[in-house]
């Protein structure tokens, strides 16, 4: 089944900073998600690509999707500390059934 | 604002054990998920649910494993003989739409953890 790959695994930022997360996949998608979780809580559905748009914004969050690279970003803009958390991406896990989540890129926002 | 509640927060049971998570999704969804997360490692897919019948089932899914709805609007999953290694937080997750659609997002629990001892 498919799941996405997330990069950097950590990233530290200081208040105020952008940060930037990649996510590649393998197969061909009609749209990809992004989920935050912070520790030890429920996942967060953040945003919905599809797969004819290149580009989405929702408040501090952009998300970009090139479908012929296999490969989308979230950029949150002027990070606040609670934004601390991990963040996936999750392409369609190889069925309309499930999401395949991978490790995640865990970020640290530091006040 | 809608969530989906999951009932325990946290449930420690001694190895053979059965146990039993609930979850009430939100009321007008149609698909229902079990998701497990062992500390420290990934969010993994246990079993999908559609139409009172399973629609997907992860490997990790076995014949220990069941899931129910009883009723309009719980779902739950058993765990028949329960194992050290089954100790994870167990997340239920709902969805209106399918995930197949444009629109199908999953909507999560704040998790049960669950302790085998």
């Known amino acids: 089944s498919q799941q996405g790959e997330e990069d950097p695994q950590a990233l530290s930022i200081q208040e105020g900073e952008n940060a930037t997360m990649n996510c590649s996949y393998k197969?061909?998608?009609?749209?990809l998600q992004w989920y935050r979780q912070n520790s030890g809580r429920g996942l967060v559905h953040l945003i919905l690509?599809?797969?004819?748009?290149r580009e989405k914004h929702s408040g501090r969050l952009r998300v970009t999707l090139d479908t012929s690279k296999k490969s989308s970003s979230l950029l949150i803009t002027a990070s606040r500390a609670a934004d601390t958390a991990s963040y996936f991406c999750a392409p369609p896990g190889g069925s309309n059934y499930k999401l395949t989540f991978g490790k995640g890129t865990l970020l640290t926002v530091n006040p | 604002e809608p969530e989906v509640t999951q009932t325990p927060s946290h449930q420690v049971t001694q190895m053979g054990q059965e146990v039993i998570l609930r979850c009430v999704p939100i009321?007008?969804?149609?698909?229902f998920y079990w998701y497990r997360q062992i500390l420290g490692q990934k969010v993994e897919f246990l079993v999908s649910?559609?139409?009172?019948?399973?629609?997907?089932k992860s490997e990790i899914f076995d014949d220990q494993f069941s899931v129910e709805r009883p009723d309009g609007s719980n779902f739950t999953l058993k765990i028949r003989s329960t194992k050290l290694e089954d100790s994870a937080m167990y997340f239920c997750?709902?969805?209106?739409?399918?995930?197949?659609?444009?629109?199908?997002?999953?909507?999560f629990g704040e998790g049960s953890r669950l302790t085998v001892l």
């Open positions: 690509i599809r797969s004819n748009e």
């Open positions: 009321s007008n969804h149609l698909y």
């Open positions: 997750a709902s969805s209106s739409e399918s995930l197949a659609s444009n629109t199908g997002e999953l909507f």
């Open positions: 197969t061909s998608i009609n749209n």
């Open positions: 649910f559609y139409n009172n019948e399973i629609s997907e």
